[in-house]
């Protein structure tokens, strides 16, 4: 008999009955057909002449509350049949089809239910699932199940673990019980109490007993199911309500809590959101004990009872439900939700497509809520009922209750093996971070690939370093980690094995390129203490200053990338010395040290400057004295010079090749001294510190002279090196 089924749904159903032109017969019928009296309403229904369609209605789900499908259907059937009958008729004789295993006529009749009904989710489900059926039936491999020998020829269901043990519900008598048990109306058994049995190696559980913590919690009526905290000092369990009635007279389920203190389970307290018209109960809570996922058939569920949500507030009470939503809720039933540790919620359902009665479903948490329902299939589902599924926290082992064939008594619990992982999306995760110092690392893409290379996903960290990817089960991925200025990271993951969530962090290496600097008196040579060096990274636009160390050297790591082109300009600075310009532009494709030396002189007259500044030449157009764009930028570098240094005078010598006349190259170098001193003095204090001379061709750096009978052999290369602007020190104060 479905006892579990008819508490939680026949008491949530208000069922209505014609008092006219009633017999006899059929009112004693009726009233015991209200009072849950189901072996008796079927004597009265059977014995009555001219059944009406209500009456067969009745008397079929008398038949199926008390276990016997085969008269179920044939009493529906002639309900559907009937001309009088309604849409929602057809559904249920389809139900009645399908829990006796007869699929290609039920799915008839739920087609004929969604033409009136063609929004009832129930039929868009089997709509865009028709061949889902066979599939389910077929055995995947997933799971070993076995009968427990501890279970009763009553009724057994509803496990839960509780520390190293599994409390259920059941409405077995208690062994050498002297007075028995008040029993039920709806299947002359025992009224449900709380028990406990030890788990043995093979799962088969032993040593059944009365839940002797909270004895005092069975009582009259039914006590059960229930739900514990992890920690194991938290319960919510159901009983029924026993201070008052609903206005028709029912005595419906409610949801208690109590709290375990030292060895004692106290301070029982009703839940805020029990209401006496509805039913609630099945709690599942989560292993904080902070979260509860319960059945119940409030205003607002979808059909006869859906699965609701509860937060567990800091006074202890517990927050307003929350109705899962039509994911998870149909306009059939749903009930028994286990919560599991990895995101998972397990239920119950007659909704959605299934082998027959309830079968046994699971959905994935989302950050949004739960997400796409999967059945899970044979032979954990039969054409009966299966329901309340849990698993361990390694989900490898668990339980379930059932009333399918060959069990002891009307519900039976049975174990469950999972000899592999359900066919759903698994979680990798992680968190990218430094290898040295193991902190997170933002701005990570990491990058999700297959077994066979192939980019599937990306990924960018926030600050928290983290990234989480849904993948398939029993599979191979590479993840790999890409960050400027560190090596790219590989992880390879298998997402074989029992664990939902995979943790893979990425641990990215700095790249180690560094550039030593070495600062020498350019004459002794020694090193040079104390030199201030400005680093300045010409791609970024970025610069840092560091001071060298006794031995003049000086180590910095480079936010460099592997065979990427470095820019830098390195300047040298020390008191009592020409500031050095150094630059480094080189492809750095190996990790390593990359030096850089400082030949410094010091701020001497004569010296002249254009090695130390690193000046590029400065060129004129043919034949004039103008200052170009190109020309400007280096003499800016004499110009900061000049304003970092106020007593340092500069003479500018314009020198040129032996080409043209010897007068025209003498006033062609002077114009062009004069001018570019006067753009230099213009932009100085105490201009006069600055004035321009011209060469000509008078001081070659070669043997490329051309006068007079003398012809030059030289290149353009060795005439461009005559070409040239020279700045000395004339004086330091």
């Known amino acids: ?121 129930r039929f868009v489900e089997f709509k865009a699932n028709k061949q889902l059926v066979d599939k389910l039936k077929n055995d995947q491999g997933i799971y070993k199940i076995l009968h427990l020998e501890v279970n009763s020829d009553h009724q057994d269901f509803a496990t839960v673990f509780y520390q190293n043990t599994i409390v259920f519900s059941s409405t077995r008598e208690k062994e050498g019980a002297i007075i028995k048990k008040k029993k039920w109306n709806g299947n002359s058994l025992p009224y449900l109490d709380i028990y406990e049995a030890k788990i043995a190696d093979d799962g088969q559980l032993k040593d059944v007993l009365p839940f002797e913590e909270a004895e005092h919690l069975n009582k009259r009526f039914h006590e059960g199911p229930v739900s514990f905290s992890e920690d194991g000092k938290y ?233 989480m990817f849904d993948v398939k089960t029993d599979e191979k991925y590479v993840l790999k980690g890409f960050k400027s200025h560190h090596k790219v990271a590989f992880n390879t993951v298998s997402t074989a094995g029992f664990e939902r969530t995979i943790i893979s962090d990425l641990l990215l290496e700095d790249i180690n390129i560094s550039i030593v600097e070495m600062a020498d008196d350019k004459m002794t040579p020694k090193p040079l203490e104390g030199v201030k060096v400005k680093i300045a990274n010409n791609k970024t636009g970025t610069s840092e200053t560091y001071n060298s160390l006794a031995t003049g050297d000086l180590k910095k790591v480079l936010e460099q990338n592997l065979n990427e082109d470095a820019d830098y300009t390195l300047v040298f600075e020390k008191n009592g010395y020409v500031p050095k310009t150094v630059k480094l532009k080189k492809d750095m494709n190996t990790e390593g040290e990359y030096k850089v030396e400082a030949k410094m002189e010091k701020m001497n007259v004569n010296v002249e400057l254009t090695e130390s500044l690193a000046l590029n030449p400065i060129y004129f157009d043919l034949n004039s004295s103008v200052i170009t764009e190109a020309a400007k930028v280096e003499l800016q570098k004499i110009v900061d010079l000049m304003k970092q240094f106020p007593s340092l005078e500069i003479e500018l010598g314009s020198h040129t090749d032996c080409r043209e006349s010897v007068k025209y190259n003498q006033w062609l170098s002077d114009r062009r001294a004069k001018a570019s001193a006067l753009w230099i003095a213009n932009r100085i204090p105490n201009p006069k510190r600055i004035y321009g001379k011209g060469y000509g061709e008078t001081k070659l750096v070669n043997n490329c002279a051309c006068e007079g009978k003398q012809i030059s052999k030289c290149d353009e290369g060795q005439h461009q090196a005559n070409r040239r602007t020279e700045f000395r020190i004339s004086k330091v104060k």
Not at 34 to 41: C, D, E, L, P, T
Not at 79 to 108: I, Q, W
Request: one cysteine or more; a negative charge; charged letters at 25%.
């Open 235 to 467: 319960m919510v369990y159901t009983r029924n309500a026993y201070d008052e009635k609903a206005n028709d007279g029912t005595v419906n389920l409610e949801l208690f809590s109590t709290e375990k203190i030292d060895s004692a389970w106290v301070n029982e307290t009703e839940l805020s959101f029990n209401h006496k018209e509805y039913s609630c109960g099945q709690p599942s809570l989560s292993a904080d004990g902070k979260t509860m996922y319960f059945t119940a058939n409030f205003p607002d569920s979808y059909g006869g009872t859906d699965i609701y949500k509860s937060v567990r507030l800091s006074d202890n009470n517990w927050s307003k439900p929350e109705n899962l939503g039509s994911t998870i809720n149909t306009e059939g039933n749903e009930m028994f939700p286990f919560y599991h540790i990895s995101g998972l919620l397990f239920f119950a359902s007659d909704g959605h497509v299934g082998l027959g009665g309830l079968d046994l479903f699971l959905s994935i948490e989302k950050p949004t809520g739960f997400d796409n329902v999967l059945n899970l299939g044979a032979p954990l589902n039969s054409t009966r009922d299966d329901f309340a599924f849990i698993m361990n926290k390694e989900s490898k082992n668990g339980y379930f209750s059932s009333n399918r064939d060959g069990g002891k008594g009307d519900d039976d619990i049975y174990a469950v093996t999972l000899l592999k992982y359900f066919d759903i999306p698994k979680v990798l995760k992680g968190i990218a971070r430094n290898k040295s110092t193991g902190k997170a690392l933002a701005n990570v893409m990491v990058q999700l690939s297959d077994s066979t290379g192939k980019d599937i996903l990306t990924f960018n960290t926030g600050n928290d370093g983290s990234y």
């Open 1 to 121: 008999m479905n006892f579990r089924f008819t508490i939680l749904v026949t008491l949530f159903v208000v069922v209505q009955v014609s008092l006219l032109a009633q017999t006899l017969k059929h009112k004693q019928a009726n009233r015991n057909y209200r009072n849950f009296s189901y072996s008796k309403a079927i004597d009265y229904y059977e014995k009555i002449d001219h059944k009406s369609v209500e009456v067969k209605r009745q008397l079929a789900e008398s038949y199926y509350i008390s276990g016997n499908l085969p008269k179920a259907e044939f009493w529906y059937e002639q309900v559907a049949t009937s001309p009088d009958a309604h849409p929602s008729n057809y559904y249920r004789y389809a139900f009645m089809l399908r829990a006796n295993g007869k699929y290609d006529e039920a799915a008839k009749w739920i087609e004929k239910f969604g033409e009136t009904h063609p929004t009832d989710s």
